[in-house]
């Protein structure tokens, strides 16, 4: 994954539960640094649930 201002290859440090960042659910929160110094971003935090696509349409269809 590319950082969004610099465009440098970000440094994977690793990934942690939902929980561990206090997100109701169940996923996983990915750790990425720019390792450019030049570059204002520190890190990076990716959000990926475990919920399937039927899942999300189906809460999506109950909203209605």
Same mark, same amino acid.
């Given at each position: 994954m590319k950082c969004y201002l610099c465009e &440098? #290859?970000? $440094?994977? %440090?690793?990934? +942690?539960s939902y929980e561990d960042y206090c997100i %109701? %659910?169940? %996923? $996983?929160?990915? *750790?990425? &640094?720019?390792? *450019?110094? #030049?570059?204002? =971003? #520190? &890190? =990076?935090? =990716? +959000? $990926?649930?475990n919920e399937t696509k039927e899942e999300k349409n189906g809460k999506e269809e109950r909203k209605d």
């Open positions: &440098s #290859e970000l $440094i994977w %440090g690793g990934d +942690h %109701g %659910g169940d %996923g $996983i929160v990915a *750790n990425l &640094s720019c390792p *450019n110094d #030049e570059c204002d =971003v #520190e &890190s =990076v935090f =990716v +959000h $990926i649930s």
